[in-house]
């Protein structure tokens, strides 16, 4: 049977909500406990860009709401409440809606969130946009524009390849970001890729770095990868979109520190380079000396 | 020039805040000061279905934030932040995308709010997904399922043709919300129009009602529609949908101070009917005696 747009919403609001949750999805808002201070987030994903019809519908329904917790993580701050919005084509089966929906509140579940609301709409192709809200970390949220020349850049995990099917399942990195707001300078999370993203922070804090390739941590599906495109495992993980770790930066008199409450969380963060004055200039370190840094990443264009 | 998502959200980081923002576009997340409790929701558009390429894309952005600021504005809360998330075609000039943001921005400071935060992404045809909060009244907000027998029935204005126009120009009834959340027993906004809309209240509250025709306040964009259409311009007025007036419940025994403060406020609400008890059966009264209730009115459907 074809999707019909109050079904749906029925079967959203027959959810049991948090206790922050005072009014769920049925009513023209829904009405939520918040504490003093938000962020707030939102992000599109369109059927042929971020997924194609191929795609698992419960792995995309789980990727438009990890993308925003993704967004939320990489303040320090814990995700919330989520609202989806869906343009759905006029005949797909309920039963294959109810899988994206179910995708949704399992990843709205697994970061420790509510889906609290959400608009359907019939369209020729499937498109979700998802909102998120969440608490930030005691010490307030970690921004771009706070790094500064002598911190030490990391990753929270191993990066490339991740089209294979990663960009898809992957958990945002909440844990880790409350963990990291205690002792990173900046943060962001790693959307379009290591190259373009670093110079976002970079940008943001008007700094310049030096990346060591060799430190760079290469995900074994960017060597996957690598095997059909003839292109190199580090290319794949400066350049590929969608890994969805934490890039941060910690200033260096907190490593000690760092490291030890990391071995005790059982964190395994990854250094790959530091942040350097205005000027010094962008570079990746190689075998064969130091290289400009480039951007080959992933960015929507018109 | 071809608009980039880079310096687009440079653009929308430009604009000045409001105070309750601590940081506004152009970080992961935005992040502002809140109330103890928020009212939340989310609505898509898409060209096409709620708006065509003939139309003024400043008028576009306008609605694609007041359609969000009519669903707080039912909830009788006053609306505090907006995101909006845009599929643009990779081709639209970067000026005819600055009068999109544009339309939202004014759309934002005209409800007394801000635009926080987005996502632009490159597509096929244009679309719009808002996500709103705001805060709820002081004695809560007003839901729809909270009517009771022997309501009386309002709504805010005259009703029908909002396509020649109204639903691209509209201005969310937030003011209104916020004087009606001190009387009115159960609210929302007429966005799929009256008939199916007090069938969502009568539903909520579990009750039925008489409307009479004589009483429903005839637009007269409703009459000029119906001189094309043929239709009466009362079938506009019940069946069309987008007015984005609010539709709400008033209990009899507050009529009197509530027609004194509409009139010392400068309102001018029009009663229409009752709210009656379930099995009592759901009627237009028209000069030929009672006729069923029918639902003519717009819903996205599979």
Known sequence: MPWRERDLLAAFARKTPGPAVAVGPGDDCAVVSVPPSLVLTTDLMAEGTDFLPSHPLRSVGWKSVMISASDIAAMGASPLFFLVAAQIPPGMEEDRVLELTAGMEAAAEAVGAS?????????????????????????????????????????????????????????????????????????????????????????????????????????????????????????????????FELLFTLPPDRLDDFLEASRDRGFAFRRIGRMTPKGSGRFLETEEGPRPWRILSHEHRG
């Open 115 to 243: 889906l609290v609301g959400g608009d359907l709409s019939a369209g020729p192709s499937l498109l979700l946009v998802s909102a998120g809200a969440g608490a930030p970390p005691p010490g307030g949220p970690v921004l771009r524009s706070t790094a500064r020349a002598g911190d030490l850049v990391f990753v929270t995990g191993p990066l490339g390849g991740s089209i294979l099917g990663r960009h898809l399942t992957f958990r945002a990195r909440v844990e880790e970001g409350r963990f990291l707001a205690s002792f990173a300078s900046a943060m962001m999370d790693i959307s379009d890729g290591l190259s373009g993203d670093l110079v976002h922070i970079a940008d943001a804090s008007s700094l310049d770095f030096t990346v060591s390739a060799a430190a760079v941590p290469v995900h074994p599906d960017a060597v996957a990868l690598s095997e059909r495109t003839g292109r190199s495992p580090l290319h794949h993980a400066l350049h590929d979109g969608e890994d």
